[in-house]
């Protein structure tokens, strides 16, 4: 029974944090980016544990202010406390296809599929899905996003950086 | 070989903390100076998109500093923003090398910098700095061994804007090969110091840190001959000084005074 209940606090948690949206991007909740990672319930404290995206990225403090005042919010929660944590990593398989939906409709192509490290990698343009893009710079507004263009309907668009994987020494 | 787990047990051995905390302000340091110098650049870039490129490296670079800084801060050394604003030039830990100004002029009126010497700068510190995280990625503090992994799936993209840049001057007129060349041949003055892991440089090692100089040192050398063609003849050294030791020149207390002129007016305003 306790198990049921804590469950359920778990999901009322989770529909909370999703209201979070990235500050960089409006309408794409840090859930579906995959950056929460674990909500543990003790009594009336949650704690909640998120990967960033990028590690220099100057919107994490936001983002862990937004998430404990949301969390704070719900009635039975004393306090929240968020935490980033590089025990594990991010992907771009942790974005769920809400995600991925929500930041093309915000002119953001997800980070492509099958990137094979050290290659050069294009995605296919967020608008009208024509694959005939290019990259223009694999540096954009923000530490995770790039610059592409779209030959097929001439418009500029951005994409996720796909991560580099490291598996040395493992 | 012992393997720590959080910085509370790191605390309890004295000599392993030393080690330690040395190691995260070389870390830190650099990649601090690193940016500042590389946020001089900002809006004179050579063209737009290498502007937009060059402050989005920087940027998530100064976010790397951050990140040991941080460390330290959890290992009882002061808050983050007092390390990085607040530590007089002899006790910064950074190469001397990377804090030599851009060129002649400043900022603000005239600045004669020069983009030679920012990518051979820049080129060569992408590289050293990566053969020293993967050495860190299996490092006996866990903390530090997670933040280098998260760091390179990012360092990556800033190591291959480099080299692209090197690459292609070095292919092309030869006023740009002279002047790669000219400017790879001062930082051999200056790399031995890069290199050097400072006064706890075996205990560094022997707590399994990070690898010694010597292996640091040959995977370099390694890495940036696919790059760098012809290597310099000349041995490398240090002219500037011992940054690992705290000596530092006159760039630094410039690039100091600069950067901490806002901390300084009010040390006690909340950001």
Redesign the interface.
């Known amino acids: 029974m306790d198990k049921m209940i804590e469950r359920q606090k778990q999901e009322e948690l989770y529909t909370v944090i999703k209201t979070v949206d990235d500050p960089e991007l409006p309408s794409v909740s840090v859930v579906d980016l995959g950056m929460v990672r674990e909500v543990n319930v003790h009594e009336n404290h949650v704690s909640v544990s998120m990967v960033?995206t990028?590690?220099?990225?100057?919107a994490l403090d936001f983002i862990e202010l937004k998430v404990k005042k949301a969390v704070e919010d719900v009635d039975w929660v004393d306090e929240c406390t968020v935490h980033f944590?590089?025990?594990h990593?991010w992907s771009t398989d942790s974005i769920t296809e809400e995600g991925k939906y929500q930041l093309k409709k915000h002119g953001v192509a997800p980070p492509p599929e099958n990137y094979i490290?050290?290659e050069e990698w294009t995605v296919d343009c967020p608008f009208c899905g024509s694959s005939y893009t290019s990259m223009?710079?694999?540096?954009?507004?923000?530490?995770c996003r790039s610059?592409l263009y779209c030959t097929a309907c001439s418009n500029p668009f951005e994409a996720m950086?796909p991560?580099?994987?490291?598996s040395?020494?493992h | 070989m012992n393997v720590i787990e959080t910085t509370k047990q790191a605390k309890q051995d004295s000599s392993y903390l030393k080690a330690l905390t040395e190691l995260l302000y070389q870390l830190a340091d650099d990649d601090f100076i690193i940016s500042y110098r590389g946020s001089e650049w900002l809006g004179l870039a050579p063209h737009i998109?290498e502007d937009?490129?060059?402050s989005?490296?920087t940027?998530?670079?100064?976010?790397?500093a951050?990140?040991y800084y941080q460390l330290l801060e959890e290992l009882g050394e002061g808050a983050a923003d007092v390390l990085a604003h607040d530590r007089p030039p002899y006790e910064r830990r950074n190469a001397a090398y990377f804090e030599k100004k851009n060129g002649d002029g400043s900022y603000k009126e005239e600045p004669y910098y020069d983009w030679a010497l920012t990518v051979v700068r820049q080129f060569i510190y992408e590289t050293f700095k990566q053969v020293k995280l993967?050495a860190i990625?299996?490092s006996s503090f866990k903390?530090l061994a997670?933040?280098a992994?998260?760091?390179?799936?990012?360092q990556?993209?800033h190591l291959?804007?480099w080299k692209l840049w090197i690459e292609q001057l070095q292919d092309s007129t030869k006023e740009a090969k002279t002047r790669i060349q000219t400017r790879v041949e001062e930082a051999w003055q200056e790399c031995e110091d890069v290199l050097s892991l400072g006064a706890e440089a075996e205990n560094m090692e022997q707590f399994g840190l990070i690898s010694g100089e010597s292996f640091l040192k040959k995977q370099w050398l390694q890495e940036v001959a696919k790059a760098i063609k012809p290597l310099p003849e000349s041995m490398l050294d240090k002219q500037s000084g011992s940054g690992r030791l705290g000596e530092h020149t006159r760039d630094l207390n410039q690039a100091l005074e600069t950067l901490s002129e806002v901390y300084e007016s009010d040390k006690s305003a909340v950001w």
């Open positions: 960033p990028f590690a220099g990225c100057p944590s590089f025990q990593q490290p050290g223009e710079n694999v540096f954009g507004p923000t530490a610059i950086k991560v580099i994987k490291y040395i020494n | 998109e937009v490129a060059y989005s490296i940027q998530n670079t100064m976010g790397h951050f990140l993967k990625t299996s903390p997670a933040t992994e998260k760091v390179l799936t990012e990556t993209y291959a804007h």
